[in-house]
Protein backbone atom coordinates (compact mmCIF):
# COMPACT_ATOMS: atom_id res chain seq x y z
CA UNK A 1 0.00 0.00 0.00
CA UNK A 2 0.98 3.45 -0.69
CA UNK A 3 2.28 5.11 2.82
CA UNK A 4 1.50 8.42 0.91
CA UNK A 5 -1.65 9.19 -1.63
CA UNK A 6 -2.18 12.51 -3.37
CA UNK A 7 -4.83 11.99 -5.61
CA UNK A 8 -4.95 15.30 -7.40
CA UNK A 9 -2.23 15.23 -10.05
CA UNK A 10 -3.02 18.44 -11.36
CA UNK A 11 -5.25 21.67 -9.91
CA UNK A 12 -5.79 24.90 -11.79
CA UNK A 13 -6.86 27.70 -8.82
CA UNK A 14 -8.30 31.18 -10.02
CA UNK A 15 -5.44 34.40 -8.21
CA UNK A 16 -6.70 35.14 -4.51
CA UNK A 17 -8.69 32.24 -4.34
CA UNK A 18 -7.86 29.03 -1.58
CA UNK A 19 -6.70 25.73 -2.23
CA UNK A 20 -6.60 22.93 -0.50
CA UNK A 21 -4.17 20.01 -1.78
CA UNK A 22 -5.35 16.12 -0.50
CA UNK A 23 -2.76 14.11 1.32
CA UNK A 24 -3.65 10.35 3.03
CA UNK A 25 -0.95 8.53 4.61
CA UNK A 26 -0.79 5.41 6.36
CA UNK A 27 1.45 4.24 8.96
CA UNK A 28 1.12 2.10 12.05
CA UNK A 29 3.18 4.31 13.83
CA UNK A 30 2.26 6.35 16.68
CA UNK A 31 4.88 9.07 16.26
CA UNK A 32 5.45 10.67 12.74
CA UNK A 33 5.93 13.78 11.00
CA UNK A 34 4.16 15.23 7.96
CA UNK A 35 5.89 17.66 5.83
CA UNK A 36 4.26 19.38 2.94
CA UNK A 37 7.29 20.88 0.72
CA UNK A 38 7.03 22.91 -2.59
CA UNK A 39 8.82 22.40 -5.53
CA UNK A 40 8.94 25.47 -8.01
CA UNK A 41 10.40 24.66 -12.41
CA UNK A 42 13.54 25.62 -10.85
CA UNK A 43 13.96 22.12 -8.82
CA UNK A 44 14.97 23.20 -5.34
CA UNK A 45 12.82 21.52 -2.95
CA UNK A 46 11.26 24.38 -0.20
CA UNK A 47 9.74 23.39 3.17
CA UNK A 48 6.72 24.69 3.89
CA UNK A 49 5.17 23.00 7.30
CA UNK A 50 5.32 20.32 9.50
CA UNK A 51 3.14 18.52 12.01
CA UNK A 52 3.50 16.26 14.37
CA UNK A 53 1.14 13.53 15.42
CA UNK A 54 0.75 14.40 18.48
CA UNK A 55 -0.05 17.92 18.44
CA UNK A 56 -2.98 19.29 18.77
CA UNK A 57 -3.30 22.07 16.71
CA UNK A 58 -3.48 22.55 13.20
CA UNK A 59 0.41 23.79 11.64
CA UNK A 60 -0.11 27.35 10.64
CA UNK A 61 2.36 29.32 8.71
CA UNK A 62 1.50 32.44 7.56
CA UNK A 63 -0.46 31.54 3.97
CA UNK A 64 -0.38 28.00 4.76
CA UNK A 65 -1.85 25.74 7.50
CA UNK A 66 -2.43 22.05 7.25
CA UNK A 67 -5.85 20.32 7.88
CA UNK A 68 -4.85 17.39 10.31
CA UNK A 69 -7.49 15.01 11.03
CA UNK A 70 -5.83 11.77 12.84
CA UNK A 71 -8.99 9.71 12.84
CA UNK A 72 -8.86 9.85 8.98
CA UNK A 73 -5.09 9.58 8.51
CA UNK A 74 -5.17 13.00 6.29
CA UNK A 75 -2.90 15.93 6.26
CA UNK A 76 -4.30 18.61 3.89
CA UNK A 77 -2.28 21.79 2.91
CA UNK A 78 -4.51 24.58 2.63
CA UNK A 79 -2.73 27.75 0.68
CA UNK A 80 -5.21 30.88 1.07
CA UNK A 81 -5.33 33.54 -0.98
CA UNK A 82 -3.14 32.06 -3.73
CA UNK A 83 -0.49 34.15 -5.19
CA UNK A 84 0.88 34.00 -9.03
CA UNK A 85 4.25 32.45 -7.14
CA UNK A 86 2.45 29.58 -5.64
CA UNK A 87 2.08 27.51 -9.37
CA UNK A 88 4.80 24.38 -8.41
CA UNK A 89 5.04 20.89 -7.69
CA UNK A 90 3.59 20.13 -3.77
CA UNK A 91 4.77 17.09 -2.11
CA UNK A 92 3.35 15.56 0.66
CA UNK A 93 6.06 13.39 2.91
CA UNK A 94 5.68 11.49 6.36
CA UNK A 95 8.54 10.48 8.69
CA UNK A 96 7.74 7.57 10.90
CA UNK A 97 8.96 7.21 14.28
CA UNK A 98 11.00 9.79 16.31
CA UNK A 99 14.24 7.31 16.51
CA UNK A 100 17.76 7.30 15.32
CA UNK A 101 18.36 5.57 11.82
CA UNK A 102 14.45 6.20 11.09
CA UNK A 103 14.45 9.50 9.60
CA UNK A 104 13.80 9.06 6.11
CA UNK A 105 11.31 10.99 4.40
CA UNK A 106 8.83 9.15 2.16
CA UNK A 107 6.78 11.46 -0.27
CA UNK A 108 3.86 10.78 -2.25
CA UNK A 109 3.75 11.73 -5.90
CA UNK A 110 2.93 15.34 -6.05
CA UNK A 111 0.22 17.94 -6.32
CA UNK A 112 1.12 20.11 -9.76
CA UNK A 113 -0.73 23.50 -8.47
CA UNK A 114 -1.25 26.36 -11.46
CA UNK A 115 -2.55 29.68 -10.42
CA UNK A 116 -4.74 31.49 -12.78
CA UNK A 117 -4.32 34.94 -13.23
CA UNK B 1 17.94 30.01 0.06
CA UNK B 2 18.29 26.29 2.40
CA UNK B 3 21.97 26.88 3.59
CA UNK B 4 22.54 23.64 1.70
CA UNK B 5 24.67 23.60 -1.10
CA UNK B 6 25.48 21.15 -3.88
CA UNK B 7 27.99 20.63 -6.65
CA UNK B 8 27.62 20.37 -9.39
CA UNK B 9 24.18 21.83 -10.35
CA UNK B 10 24.36 19.77 -14.10
CA UNK B 11 26.53 17.04 -15.09
CA UNK B 12 26.38 15.09 -18.43
CA UNK B 13 28.17 12.07 -18.86
CA UNK B 14 27.80 8.77 -20.92
CA UNK B 15 26.70 5.41 -20.05
CA UNK B 16 29.24 3.35 -17.90
CA UNK B 17 31.12 6.33 -16.55
CA UNK B 18 31.27 7.40 -12.74
CA UNK B 19 30.71 10.30 -11.23
CA UNK B 20 30.78 12.46 -7.75
CA UNK B 21 28.07 14.64 -6.39
CA UNK B 22 29.08 16.96 -3.59
CA UNK B 23 26.98 18.23 -0.34
CA UNK B 24 27.73 20.38 1.94
CA UNK B 25 25.34 20.36 4.84
CA UNK B 26 23.86 23.72 6.76
CA UNK B 27 25.82 25.08 9.42
CA UNK B 28 25.60 22.77 11.98
CA UNK B 29 23.60 19.95 11.18
CA UNK B 30 25.29 16.64 11.44
CA UNK B 31 22.89 14.51 9.18
CA UNK B 32 22.81 14.38 5.79
CA UNK B 33 20.50 12.41 3.41
CA UNK B 34 20.51 11.92 -0.40
CA UNK B 35 17.31 11.33 -2.23
CA UNK B 36 16.77 10.76 -6.01
CA UNK B 37 13.90 12.17 -7.81
CA UNK B 38 13.34 10.47 -11.17
CA UNK B 39 10.07 10.93 -13.61
CA UNK B 40 9.03 7.14 -13.07
CA UNK B 41 10.15 6.43 -9.73
CA UNK B 42 9.16 10.02 -7.84
CA UNK B 43 11.16 11.20 -5.08
CA UNK B 44 13.09 8.18 -3.09
CA UNK B 45 15.53 8.09 0.11
CA UNK B 46 18.80 6.64 -0.70
CA UNK B 47 20.95 6.80 2.36
CA UNK B 48 21.50 8.98 5.55
CA UNK B 49 24.55 9.83 7.54
CA UNK B 50 25.04 11.15 10.75
CA UNK B 51 28.13 12.47 11.93
CA UNK B 52 30.23 10.72 9.43
CA UNK B 53 28.49 7.19 10.24
CA UNK B 54 26.48 5.33 7.76
CA UNK B 55 22.62 5.63 9.57
CA UNK B 56 20.29 4.41 7.06
CA UNK B 57 19.86 3.00 3.67
CA UNK B 58 16.84 3.13 1.45
CA UNK B 59 16.33 1.86 -2.06
CA UNK B 60 20.46 2.62 -2.60
CA UNK B 61 22.12 0.81 -5.64
CA UNK B 62 24.91 -1.27 -4.88
CA UNK B 63 26.55 0.64 -7.85
CA UNK B 64 25.87 4.04 -5.67
CA UNK B 65 27.71 4.75 -2.77
CA UNK B 66 28.49 7.89 -0.08
CA UNK B 67 30.15 9.22 2.71
CA UNK B 68 30.34 11.37 5.43
CA UNK B 69 33.67 13.33 5.76
CA UNK B 70 34.86 14.53 9.17
CA UNK B 71 34.18 18.48 7.90
CA UNK B 72 30.31 16.98 7.56
CA UNK B 73 30.56 17.03 3.75
CA UNK B 74 28.74 14.53 2.32
CA UNK B 75 29.78 12.72 -1.65
CA UNK B 76 27.94 10.34 -3.15
CA UNK B 77 29.75 7.92 -5.78
CA UNK B 78 27.22 7.16 -9.10
CA UNK B 79 29.02 4.04 -11.30
CA UNK B 80 28.83 2.04 -14.24
CA UNK B 81 26.02 4.53 -14.96
CA UNK B 82 23.12 3.52 -16.75
CA UNK B 83 20.31 5.52 -18.53
CA UNK B 84 17.96 5.24 -16.12
CA UNK B 85 20.18 6.77 -13.45
CA UNK B 86 19.42 10.34 -14.92
CA UNK B 87 17.33 12.02 -12.17
CA UNK B 88 17.19 14.88 -10.07
CA UNK B 89 19.41 14.19 -7.22
CA UNK B 90 19.26 16.12 -3.79
CA UNK B 91 20.78 16.28 -0.54
CA UNK B 92 19.25 17.26 2.49
CA UNK B 93 19.91 17.73 5.91
CA UNK B 94 18.84 18.36 9.17
CA UNK B 95 19.68 19.22 12.98
CA UNK B 96 20.69 16.53 15.25
CA UNK B 97 18.02 14.84 17.73
CA UNK B 98 15.35 12.61 17.96
CA UNK B 99 12.39 15.38 18.08
CA UNK B 100 10.35 14.72 15.05
CA UNK B 101 9.76 18.17 14.34
CA UNK B 102 13.48 17.59 12.78
CA UNK B 103 12.50 19.12 9.55
CA UNK B 104 15.26 18.40 6.44
CA UNK B 105 16.04 21.06 4.90
CA UNK B 106 16.92 20.60 1.04
CA UNK B 107 19.94 21.45 -1.48
CA UNK B 108 19.20 22.98 -4.90
CA UNK B 109 19.97 19.31 -6.65
CA UNK B 110 22.23 18.14 -9.29
CA UNK B 111 20.55 17.09 -12.56
CA UNK B 112 22.65 14.05 -14.09
CA UNK B 113 21.79 13.14 -17.64
CA UNK B 114 23.38 9.52 -18.35
CA UNK B 115 23.62 9.70 -22.72
Known amino acids: AQKITQTQPGMFVQEKEAVTLDCTYD???????LFWYKQPSSGEMIFLIY??????QNATEGRYSLNFQKARKSANLVISASQLGDSAMYFCAMREGFNFGNEKLTFGTGTRLTIIP | DSGVTQTPKHLITATGQRVTLRCSPRSGDLSVYWYQQSLDQGLQFLIQYYNGEERAKGNILERFSAQQFPDLHSELNLSSLELGDSALYFC??????????????FGPGTRLLVL
Open chain 1, 51 to 56: QGSYDE
Open chain 1, 27 to 33: TSDQSYG
Open chain 2, 92 to 105: ASSASGTSGRKTQY
